[in-house]
């Protein structure tokens, strides 16, 4: 079993409208969340974190976090075709040190 | 902040020789740093985590005689493929971080391709 899902997508979205991403992860005792932008050919850069349930809001960027139910997702306000990458969702565990990402989830935003 | 610096960005080597690559962080300090492999369309791949003045912990299959590993100060590690293969042509990440609960920052990647 997988300890990090997404959706490998792509989701496609028309250009102005929200990109909604969507990752479950099966360690209830994870601490901390992070949402990864990887363009193709390049390394991934970070975009959100969040470490308690609830938003958080960082520009056109909200990630959403509900520990009860094990999942945490973006939402891209505004899409632009620039945010057409790969989203990588990366969950650690409380105490260590190792990420787990997901396969990440493929956006493709339509001018 | 939070700057991770890779080099070299791309290498060409011959079958055979041995390839560096070298992992700084730029402005903090790097407790743990891992090495990532990924090839064209897939998902990163965890090679190894290296912590200062440690042995590194590599992940099940991955050949540590075959990927050396050094974290030799708080801001740089670096791998070394030894005796490299076509096959072990990548795009290989290295990523650190500051602390437990701090996100990994990623360096630019090295892509190696072996001849």
């Known amino acids: 079993q997988k300890e990090v899902e997404q959706n490998s997508g792509p989701l496609s979205v028309p250009e102005g409208a929200i990109a909604s991403l969507n990752c479950t992860y099966s360690?209830?005792?994870?601490?901390?969340f992070f949402w990864y932008r990887q363009y193709s050919g390049k390394s991934p850069e970070l975009i959100m974190f969040i470490y308690s349930n609830g938003d958080k809001e960082d520009g056109r960027f909200t990630a959403q976090l509900n520990k009860a139910s094990q999942y945490v997702s973006l939402l891209i306000r505004d899409s632009q075709p620039s945010d057409s990458a790969t989203y990588l969702c990366a969950v650690k565990p409380g105490g260590y040190q190792k990420v787990t990402f997901g396969t990440g989830t493929k956006l493709q935003v339509i001018p | 902040g939070a700057v991770v610096s890779q080099h070299p960005s791309r290498v060409i080597c011959k079958s055979g020789t041995s390839v560096k690559i070298e992992c700084r962080s730029l402005?903090?300090?790097?407790?743990?740093m891992f090495w990532y492999r990924q090839f064209p369309k897939k998902s990163l791949m965890l090679m190894a985590t290296?912590?200062?003045?440690?042995?590194?912990?590599?992940e099940q299959g991955v050949e540590k005689d075959k990927f050396l590993i050094n974290h030799a100060s708080l801001t740089l590690s670096t791998l070394t493929v030894t005796s490299a293969h076509p096959e072990d042509s990548s795009f290989y990440i290295c990523?650190?971080?500051?602390?437990?609960?701090?996100?990994?920052?990623f360096g630019n990647g090295t892509r190696l391709t072996v001849t």
């Open positions: 402005d903090f300090q790097a407790t743990t």
């Open positions: 360690d209830r005792g994870s601490q901390s």
């Open positions: 990523s650190a971080t500051d602390g437990t609960n701090s996100p990994l920052h």
């Open positions: 290296s912590n200062e003045g440690s042995k590194a912990t590599y």
